[in-house]
């Protein structure tokens, strides 16, 4: 996606390894600016950044495709996808690209691995930036037995299930755009660009099969409480009127406690920043975390 005179200039795509797993990237702005490290949802990539990319200025953006999606590695074949192991695989991004602090700016999963990594290494975070999306749901500790079996179950299930086929590439453009947490045509064709692949018989979504398996433990209320005690960061809560946040009141109740918390609500569903709302999304996040150098 080319960017508009007003947007980010394009460094291009990069890769990090971490522990032998390799991490896809795509950058923009000026290295030397403000640090901006982004974190996708769900089943996203890095694409889902792209809109916001156009919009922004004065940063240096770097955009991950998180272990498992896009043009990432997946994880070896006796590991998992519990969140708390992107923390200290983003960390070591931060590492790489030479940041002693950044702003982190993740959306849905990606808001709670960013909320996460901004209460275990504070000082490495100077603002935090959520899109539609806060901590982990809150986990009662009394339902982990079932939760362990039940990952161990969906696990080996998954470790040997196949993607759906789709005839077309157009065809799997519109599955995502009408599937679970549906999203706007144009913004699946932009999540497409890294998710997609051709096999034999027809195309795919290459997202490793093991993220729909559920976590093998979860955190618990005081577990989260921790965590956000510990942020020392700023933090700004952008919130889609038809996303995915209502009725999640004890996470809510969690959150309100961050001392410097800003919370900002747009129309639009849970991937407003890729829609329609994207230039209104960047121009939140713009004020929020400024644009000049370090």
Not at 44 to 49: C, E, H, T, V
Request: proline share 4%; aromatic share 6%; charged share 15%.
């Amino acid at each position: 996606m080319s960017n508009s005179e007003k947007g980010l200039p394009l460094i291009g795509d990069c890769e990090f390894v971490v522990n032998g797993l390799p991490i896809a990237a795509r950058q923009w702005g000026r290295v030397g600016a403000t640090p901006v490290l982004a974190v996708h949802g769900w089943l996203d990539n890095a694409a889902s950044f792209y809109p916001l990319a156009d919009q922004l200025a004065d940063i240096h953006l770097v955009a991950v495709d998180c272990a498992g999606h896009g043009h990432s590695g997946q994880r070896s074949a006796d590991s998992a996808y519990n969140i708390w192991q992107d923390v200290g695989e983003l960390f070591a991004v931060i590492d790489q690209l030479g940041w002693q602090q950044c702003t982190l700016l993740g959306h849905s999963r990606g808001a709670a691995i960013t909320s996460l990594m901004a209460g275990t290494f504070p000082e490495r975070v100077s603002k935090l930036v959520l899109l539609d999306g806060m901590v982990p749901a809150a986990f009662d500790p009394l339902h982990a037995p079932r939760q362990l079996a039940k990952a161990i179950v969906e696990q080996q299930r998954y470790r040997t299930s196949s993607p759906t086929l789709f005839p077309s590439y157009e065809a799997a453009v519109a599955a995502r755009a009408n599937g679970f947490l549906a999203v706007e045509l144009a913004a699946a064709a932009l999540l497409g660009e890294r998710g997609i692949s051709a096999g034999d018989g027809g195309f795919y979504w290459h997202n490793d099969q093991r993220l729909k398996a559920a976590s093998e433990l979860k955190l618990s209320a005081d577990n989260l409480a921790g965590f956000l005690a510990e942020i020392t960061a700023p933090a700004l809560l952008i919130e889609a009127e038809g996303g995915v946040l209502a009725g999640r009141e004890q996470e809510r109740k969690l959150i309100d406690h961050l001392a410097q918390l800003t919370i900002a609500k747009l129309p639009g569903g849970h991937h407003c920043h890729m829609e329609q709302q994207a230039g209104a999304a960047a121009a939140l996040i713009q004020q929020f975390i400024g644009g000049a150098g370090r």
